[in-house]
Nanobody, 126 residues
Framework: QVQLEESGGGSVQAGGSLRLSCAASGYTYNDYCMGWFRQGAGTEREGVAQIDSKGTTRYADSVKGRFTISQDNAKNTLYLQMNGLKSEDTGMYYC????????????????????WGQGTQVIVST
């Protein structure tokens, strides 16, 4: 049973930073794709970034240069370092996983991912 648990959300001023973590358990696949998604109030869930088993990363244009996705395989943990936060980054952030490798744009499609965490809230105030 794959379980994902996010942490690290909170409230910050615009321009600040947060580091989200996603602890994964029960995940034993050699090839995989993991991603971060977010959902604001009244909006659809949107992709933020993805990383595959080889460490290849992709980002949404809206976060390029500000967010960094990474993983620590020894700790089975996925991270999202968020710098230069803007009010439009506010939302619930979810980590997700699929047990096959990423497509180049898997991050665009939440429906590609079969495993999801419960989310962690990020609030950016101006």
């Amino acid at each position: 049973q794959v379980q994902l648990e996010e942490s690290g959300g909170g409230s910050v001023q615009a321009g600040g930073s947060l580091r989200l973590s996603c602890a994964a358990s029960g995940y034993t696949y050699n090839d995989y794709c993991m991603g971060w998604f977010r959902q604001g109030a009244g909006t659809e869930r949107e992709g933020v970034a993805q990383i595959d088993s080889k460490g290849t990363t992709r980002y949404a244009d809206s976060v390029k240069g500000r967010f960094t996705i990474s993983q620590d395989n020894a700790k089975n943990t996925l991270y999202l370092q968020m710098n230069g936060l803007k009010s439009e980054d506010t939302g619930m952030y979810y980590c997700a996983a699929r047990n096959v490798d990423c497509y180049i744009d898997s991050w665009r499609y939440p429906q590609y991912f079969g495993y999801w965490g419960q989310g962690t809230q990020v609030i950016v105030s101006t």
